[in-house]
C-alpha cells in the first residue's frame, strides 16, 4: 500500500523534511520527502496501513516550528526499497 502526500502551510525552512524522513524510518516506511518549488513538501510513503494511518497523522502536525495548513493523501504506485530527502522539484 502506498500514499502520496503534499503538505502545505509553513513547512519549508523549519525542518520538516527531516523530521518525515525520521518518522517515516521509525515507521519501517518506504518512499521520499522532498520540498517542492510552490512551497509545499511532497512525500510518496508506502508500507503497512498502520504505519501509513501515523505518518498522515504526523504529517497533519509536523515539526514544532511548522505550521500545516493542508495535507492532500491520494493513492501512489511505489517501488523504493528505502526512504529517502529528494532535492527539490
Do not use: C
Not at 502526500?5 to 521509525?26: K, N, P
Amino acid at each position: 500500500m502506498a500514499q502520496r502526500l503534499v503538505v502545505t502551510g509553513l513547512v519549508q525552512g523549519v525542518g520538516y523534511r527531516a523530521s518525515f524522513e525520521r518518522q517515516a524510518l521509525r515507521l519501517g516506511l518506504r518512499g521520499w520527502v522532498r520540498n517542492r518549488r510552490d512551497g509545499s513538501v511532497e512525500a510518496t510513503v508506502e508500507g503497512a496501513a498502520p504505519a501509513l494511518e501515523e505518518i498522515v497523522a504526523w504529517a497533519r502536525k509536523g515539526p514544532p516550528s511548522a505550521r500545516v495548513d493542508h495535507v492532500a493523501v491520494e493513492e501512489a504506485d511505489n517501488d523504493a526499497s528505502d526512504f529517502r530527502v529528494l532535492p527539490t522539484l
